[in-house]
């Protein structure tokens, strides 16, 4: 596993997001599951570490 691995981000109401570089500025993400979701694609799980911009 790479020791400089990158977040990228682009949920623009999130306020970890730097919107000049499309990136969160946390170091580490909680990735949890969507309830209720079992589609093997990208939804089936978020960011838990979200925080709303306002």
């Known amino acids: 596993m790479e020791k400089n691995q990158k977040i990228n ?19 580490a993400i909680n990735v949890v599951p969507t309830p209720n979701v079992k589609s093997s694609q990208t939804d089936e799980s978020m960011c838990g570490s979200y925080k709303c911009e306002g």
């Not at 981000?9 to 170091?27: A, M, R």
């Open 9 to 27: 981000c682009t949920v623009g109401s999130c306020i970890y997001q730097d919107k000049n570089s499309k990136s969160c500025t946390l170091q």
